[in-house]
């Protein structure tokens, strides 16, 4: 693990130092993401009301910039301007590089098509089959650790041979139990496991970011 990144974990225990019982998970989880991007997978994400609003955070901060500019390269940029001078050069300004992630609660229309038509339990795991390959990570957030349609999307992962990250509270679920990797924060209230997720995931986001884009 590069300094850089473990400064970044090290900064998210010294803030939230309740969190120190998750490092060891923090850490496993990073170096999981960081070999699926590596070897040019991508991440796949869900959750459930505030935790569907994380998986679209998360993916914001993966998609784009979050603190570390990120320019394309000179060979993309040279196609861009070569396709057209005057919009290539406004491209090549403004676009960045992406980790790919894409937050399985996005998608409205096969989302409602397949909870009327099929089976509302299985949302996720449709998504999965549809988008998933082996080698990507599912990113499972459920505060319970037992939401049904995140299970189910995480039996159809393993099928996938898709490795699953699960982030949590602290009660042991069946989620603790399907993941690969689980980081169950120190909490048992929703709202308050809420709270602690997104400092982990932020801290996830900045470690990927600054082995991938740091000087």
Request: net charge negative; proline share 3%; with cysteine.
């Amino acid at each position: 693990m590069k300094e850089t990144v473990k400064k970044e974990l090290d900064e998210l225990i010294r803030r939230y130092p309740q969190l120190d019982v998750c490092k060891n998970d923090i850490e496993k989880a990073y170096l999981l993401l960081q070999k699926t991007y590596d070897e040019d997978h991508k991440l796949l994400i869900a959750g459930n009301g505030g935790s569907a609003a994380d998986s679209e955070h998360i993916a914001g901060e993966l998609m784009k910039r979050f603190k570390i500019t990120r320019p394309i390269s000179e060979e993309l940029s040279k196609k861009l301007m070569a396709i057209d001078p005057q919009r290539g050069e406004r491209l090549v300004r403004n676009l960045e590089m992406s980790l790919r992630a894409v937050p399985l609660t996005s998608h409205i229309a096969i989302t409602t098509a397949y909870m009327n038509d099929a089976d509302a339990t299985g949302v996720f795991a449709q998504q999965l089959l549809g988008f998933g390959d082996a080698g990507d990570v599912f990113l499972a957030i459920s505060t319970s650790g037992n939401s049904e349609n995140i299970i189910s999307a995480c039996v159809v992962a393993k099928a996938l041979n898709i490795k699953i990250i699960g982030l949590t509270g602290e009660k042991p679920s069946k989620l603790s139990d399907y993941a690969d990797i689980c980081i169950q924060v120190p909490e048992t209230e929703t709202y308050k496991i809420q709270e602690l997720h997104l400092p982990v995931y932020h801290a996830l986001c900045l470690m990927l970011e600054s082995n991938y884009y740091g000087n």
